[in-house]
């Protein structure tokens, strides 16, 4: 199979009164219908991830300083990760989605452990200021949850099950 990976320029802020989860599966739904017409006869496989510490949402910190305060924040807390997952069918409009939860546990960390952390990874590109997939691992306790690979942005048992409701079995197509 071939795959392309395309980024469709959406509004991602939350709306009045729309829970985490609602966002993170609204905006999974508007990125594929973002790239229906470029697509026209393709499955759109879109994803999307709101982070909450608490009542705060946390986004990409895009900055130093910004991942420093979010980690602080997230120092001896939970965080709550809300990803969704969306396929499109662009030929005949078909869309299905599902949502992953799952709570990262986040050691007591020092400002030197976060300081060290921040200028190992550089994680200003990723919700929470972390990369779990990476270093990122060692700031945690714990995580509850049924697939980390949500975690990284991308719940693929979510993805496996929703491709076999539109009767596509991913170890036939090998």
Do not use: W
């Amino acid at each position: 199979m071939n795959f392309t990976c395309a980024t469709p320029a959406i509004n991602e802020a939350a709306k009045k009164d729309e829970t985490p989860s609602m966002q993170a599966l609204r905006l999974a739904k508007e990125k594929s219908r973002a790239l229906a017409s470029d697509y026209p006869s393709h499955l759109i496989i879109a994803a999307d991830q709101v982070a909450m510490s608490g009542q705060i949402q946390l986004t990409k910190p895009g900055n130093k300083h910004n991942a420093i305060k979010q980690l602080q924040l997230s120092s001896g807390s939970k965080v709550i990760f809300y990803t969704s997952i969306c396929i499109l069918d662009s030929a005949t409009g078909k869309i299905i989605s599902d949502l992953d939860i799952c709570t990262v546990y986040f050691k007591k960390l020092s400002d030197q452990q976060i300081a060290n952390y921040i200028a190992l990874e550089q994680p200003y590109d990723c919700a929470g200021s972390f990369k779990s997939e990476g270093l990122g691992i060692a700031l945690f306790e714990r995580i509850e949850g049924d697939d980390p690979n949500a975690l990284i942005g991308l719940p693929l048992i979510k993805l496996i099950a929703l491709l076999a409701a539109l009767d596509i079995n991913v170890l036939e197509k090998i």
